[in-house]
């Protein structure tokens, strides 16, 4: 049994809490948040099986205590992962990962020291759609892939103090990290402020990767619409990764084929429009399946797909993408 505690009980962290609560081989000894209304809600919901405490120092000092989970604000992070993993624990932090590739840096040094793990919340990369979508590309069904475009929109929660780039494209830009199979070389974004100065309501953020592979992510919480939505146009076929629908991923065998014709350079185009399949998708919830990979982690000594590195990476292309929107959309080299 793997004992946990957990800091940020807000609105995502009462998922997380529900879906740690309800794996078998793990217990949340501890919930830690600052607000005492948080508090007295988690307490009405889980009675005295959840002990709650107000300072993550409590969480810290609790040798029972194997694992953290993190799931405060993202200014946060950094600070509360590495005193974690300094008092001997595994942390499981939420997206992003911190605000910078440096802190991103900063707990990478500290989970070398301490020899911990160090998940991010790169729920994506742990969806089954997600999942068979990469499998597809890897068994070559899509051919090569042109280019990938992912929207994310919603009339949504308004943050006050990330960006909707920091706060929305971490999942996009680690899944379509992931699908490529590679890191983008240069990231171009613009974007605009309507409801608060200088925090981005809504950002297009455009990568671009090597062979002429390119991604389009657009991103808003001030939107009629409820979109999650991820195309992928390959060579051969094509397909819709949709977590709105019930039919989470749609295959369509469409393309354009090209044949040659008599003279030595004579190519001709042929469309192809023919039939699309949605596979059986497990319907488990992303997020149980997610906690499930923390648990197991810790148990196997195994180090997740959505490791530290990983959480990097997605805090450079962010970076790079801000400086992109500061500079008014210019390409900027990622590093
Ligand atoms: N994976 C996803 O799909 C997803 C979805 C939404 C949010 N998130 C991420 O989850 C994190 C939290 O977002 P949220 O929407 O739940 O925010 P929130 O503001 O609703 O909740 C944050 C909670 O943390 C508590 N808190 C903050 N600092 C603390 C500290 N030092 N000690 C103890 N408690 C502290 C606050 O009191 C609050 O209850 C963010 O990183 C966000 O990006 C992930």
């Known amino acids: 049994m793997i004992v946990l505690g957990q800091i940020g009980i807000g609105a995502w962290g009462r998922n997380l809490l529900r879906n740690f609560a309800a794996l078998s081989d793990c217990a949340v000894k501890t919930a830690c948040d600052k607000s005492r ?3 007295e809600a988690v307490k009405a919901e889980y009675k005295s099986e959840i ?9 810290f000092a609790d ?3 194997e694992g953290v989970v993190i799931a405060t604000l ?18 499981f932090v939420e997206k992003p990962l911190a605000m910078s590739a440096k802190e991103g840096l900063e ?12 998940m991010v919340g790169h729920i994506l990369l742990y969806h089954p759609a997600l999942v068979a979508l990469k499998k597809y590309i890897g068994e070559g069904s899509l051919g090569h892939i042109y280019y990938i475009y992912s ?6 929660k308004v943050r006050n103090e990330e960006n909707a780039l920091w706060s929305l494209t971490s999942h996009d830009i680690s899944a379509i990290m992931h699908l490529i199979g590679a890191f983008p070389q240069h990231v171009a974004t613009s974007g605009s402020s309507y409801l608060r100065k200088d925090i981005a309501d809504v950002v297009f953020v455009d990568l671009g990767f090597k062979n002429d592979v390119i991604a389009h992510i657009h991103a808003s919480w001030l939107d009629p619409h409820k979109i999650r939505q991820l195309t992928v146009v390959g060579s051969k076929k094509m397909a819709v990764f949709d977590d709105m629908s019930a039919e989470k991923l749609r295959i369509y065998d469409k393309g354009v084929d090209q044949t040659a014709g008599q003279g030595s350079y004579e190519t001709f185009l042929t ?19 997610e906690c499930q990979e923390f648990v197991d982690c810790i148990e196997q000594g195994r ?15 962010l970076e790079a993408a801000q400086e992109s929107l500061d500079g008014g959309g210019a390409k900027v080299h990622v590093r």
């Open 107 to 118: 707990i990478k040094k500290a989970a070398e020291k301490y020899k911990k793990i160090c």
């Open 37 to 39: 209304a948080v508090l």
């Open 271 to 289: 469309l192809r429009s023919g039939d699309i399949f949605a596979p059986k998708i497990d319907t488990a919830e992303p997020l149980r399946i």
């Open 151 to 156: 929207t994310r929109v919603n009339l949504g």
């Open 74 to 91: 993202p200014n946060t992070h950094a600070q509360l992962a590495i005193k974690a993993m300094e008092s001997g624990k595994h942390v």
């Open 63 to 65: 040798d029972e205590i």
């Open 51 to 59: 002990g709650c405490v107000e300072d993550p120092a409590d969480i």
């Open 303 to 317: 180090i997740p797909l959505a490791d530290v590195d990983n959480g990097i990476e997605v805090l450079r292309v």
